[in-house]
């Protein structure tokens, strides 16, 4: 969980007590613009936490005046064998578009509910989140954004943390998110300030009906000013800033913990030849008040033999921080350990892509050789989990994407392969069981076809392989169909046709087959 760094719209939904936090997301699918993904080295700007990559949720900056309106229910027909119910989901989403008297941005609320799709997996969401920017008249004038949500999410959690003592615990987490910030167009370039705050609360039961037996409660606060500052020459573009972090923790097992982090990146990028040949070096430094100094430099290049073949190259250092859970966990099933070192890994990648009028190709292979990996491991199988350093985990990958776009009865067709490829060389490990091998994936398979042959109906299918180190695999067929007429949306999702049985992370069972029908409709 915490090797990527999730952010929305560049806000940081990193928590100090764990990383299981970071997908707490306030925003609704309506709001998302797309979603950017940045993979190891060529994540350096963003400092600490960003040892695998970045994901960066870019949502709308305005939406048409109107309110969007979207509700779904779902089943799998399974039923919960102590209360013989059947597991039903349903949910309901409100979009509203804001535009007027200098204001432009959206608002939203949504809340969903339901038993899960096997015993202790009930839960309840509500959330909220709004985006507002003023439009500038002209273009010298200061731009002001907000962006603020909140999302209560109260939830069984069998078998999430300690399986399978914990079939009947039970987590409640609330979050909230605000960002404020100005953007200025100067002669030189573009200046940038923004605050950003986030309060996370958890409360765990170990046994939802007595939690006087186990359990925790945890409060986590940080406050990130930052400025930056991009500008662009003929031939170049640079992109410099600075950002301070405070962390607070108070919690009932982890104890009360702070820490401050000062960061400063630099990235200058060179393009030569026309555009053909670009070069980035770049630089990113912190400071721990926990940790000391680290610095992650990298550099980034890439060279286009012609206008729809582009080969590319990065090289760099990456780092994270032990949460304050690796550190200090307490209980029966999994213990912290305060003498963590933080992770760091140098990871070199090359690949091209190559695009034409039918086909696109995406190729990379990569290597990452971290040190200081922080594993939870054991001797025996009755022990509890320890948080340990692994002394070296190398990491050879492959990854390619190939689409293939056609015409059929006028209407355009995308045929969609993937493969992905990782092979994990744990040095110096001594212990018998280890999480982050049995979480590891060796070959995964995507085949997926998005396909339309009347104009108000489409349709897609999409295939997964995984195969792990140890040899077990699965494989998981999903499909969709989305029928649109007159601004009403209908859709069905069948997920996981033929119920394959098979775990994700921490060994959590997936659901077998199950479907969701969903409407959706704008009010004008």
């Known amino acids: 969980f915490d090797q990527v760094l999730v952010l929305i719209d560049g806000v940081r939904l ?27 080295a060529a994540a350096r700007r963003y400092g600490m936490n960003a040892l695998s990559g970045v994901v960066n949720i870019v949502t709308l900056k305005t939406a048409n005046p109107g309110v969007y309106a979207t509700g779904y229910t779902g089943s799998g027909f399974n039923k919960d064998t102590t209360t013989q119910n059947t597991y039903n989901n349903k949910g309901l989403r409100l979009m509203a578009g804001l535009q007027g008297n200098g204001i432009q941005g959206w608002v939203s609320a949504g809340y969903d509910q339901g038993n899960g799709y096997r015993h202790n997996t009930d839960f309840r969401t509500f959330r909220s989140s709004v985006k507002l920017s003023s439009i500038p008249t002209k273009e010298t004038d200061v731009q002001l954004y907000f962006l603020g949500g909140i999302i209560h999410n109260a939830f069984g959690a069998n078998g999430f943390y300690a399986a399978p003592a914990d079939k009947n615990s039970f987590e409640t ?119 000391g100094f680290h610095a992650f430099p990298g550099i980034d290049l890439g060279y286009e033999l012609k206008d729809n073949f582009k080969v590319y190259g990065n090289m760099g250092y990456t780092y994270r921080i032990p949460t304050y859970t690796d550190l200090y966990y307490s209980s029966p099933t999994t213990i912290g350990n305060a003498d963590l070192e933080p992770e760091s890994a ?62 059929l009865l006028n209407y355009p067709q995308l045929i969609r392969f993937g493969y992905a490829y990782l092979k994990d060389d744990i040095k110096n490990s001594d212990f018998n069981f280890s999480q982050y091998s049995l979480n590891s994936m060796k070959h995964q398979v995507n085949v997926s076809l998005e396909s339309q042959l009347i104009n108000w109906l489409q349709q897609s299918i ?48 997936m659901p077998e087959f199950n479907f969701l029908v969903g409407l959706s409709y704008i009010f004008n």
């Open 173 to 291: 987490v609330n979050t909230q998110l605000g960002s404020f910030g100005a953007i200025k167009k100067l002669k030189t370039g573009q200046l940038e300030a923004k605050i950003n705050a986030r309060y996370n609360n958890d409360h765990y039961v170990f046994v939802r009906t007595n939690p006087a037996l186990y359990q925790n409660f945890h409060n986590s606060t940080t406050f990130m000013p930052e400025i930056t500052y991009n500008v662009s020459g003929e031939f170049w573009q640079m992109a410099l800033g600075v950002e301070a972090r405070k962390e607070w923790m108070e919690s009932s097992n982890l104890g009360n913990h702070d820490r401050t982090m000062l960061t400063g990146f630099l990235e200058h990028r060179f393009h030569f030849f026309d555009d053909q040949f670009d070069l980035t070096p770049g630089i990113a430094a912190t400071y721990f008040s926990d940790f």
């Open 462 to 509: 999409a295939f997964r392989f995984v195969e792990r180190p140890d040899g077990t695999n699965y494989q998981v067929v999903d499909a969709k169909l989305t029928g649109k007429i007159k601004g009403v949306e209908l859709s069905a999702a069948f997920n996981n046709i033929f119920s394959e049985a098979y775990t994700e992370t921490n060994l959590v069972p």
């Open 14 to 40: 990193t928590d100090p007590q764990t990383g299981h936090h970071m997908l707490n997301l306030m925003v609704p699918p309506e709001a998302i613009e797309r979603i950017e993904i940045i993979k190891g």
């Open 346 to 407: 140098l990871t070199e990648e090359i690949g091209f892509k190559w695009n034409s009028s039918r086909f696109f190709v995406d190729f990379a292979a990569f290597y990452r050789s971290a040190d200081n990996l922080i594993d939870y491991v054991k001797e025996n199988e009755d022990d509890p989990w320890q948080s340990q350093n692994i002394q070296n985990v190398s990491t050879l990958g492959l990854e390619s994407t190939v689409d293939y776009r056609f015409s």
